[in-house]
Nanobody, 123 residues
């Protein structure tokens, strides 16, 4: 069974950090690019960061550039999103998704999705 499971969300104060994990089962991430997306209440889902199959190429939305870092451990079949200097506007449900599409940097073609993990940034 193909599955992506996110973890690591929670409540953090502004300026704090969290590390999200996206663990894959039922398939290997060696051949997939992974994207992190988020959706805040009343807003459309947006792409946050993505990484190619080898882990050698990454992309970040302007809103998180310099604060978030995506990484991929193919041996552990897991992708991470390190989030630093968190702001209240980062509050959302964060999802990871997998794709073999060449359009991964355009946030398109993602086939497999996790269930999401809540991140709340508040004092």
């Amino acid at each position: 069974q193909v599955q992506l499971v996110e973890s690591g969300g929670g409540l953090v104060q502004p300026g704090g950090s969290l590390r999200l994990s996206c663990a894959a089962s039922g398939f290997t991430l060696d051949y997939y690019a992974i994207g992190w997306f988020r959706q805040a209440p009343g807003k459309e889902r947006e792409g946050v960061s993505c990484i190619n199959s080898s882990g050698g190429s990454t992309y970040y939305a302007d809103s998180v550039k310099g604060r978030f870092t995506i990484s991929k451990d193919n041996a552990k079949n897991t992708v991470y999103l390190q989030m630093n200097s968190l702001k209240p506007e980062d509050t959302a449900v964060y999802y990871c998704a997998a794709t073999k599409s060449s359009l991964w940097m355009l946030w398109r073609g993602y086939d497999y999705w996790g269930q999401g993990t809540q991140v709340t940034v508040s004092s």
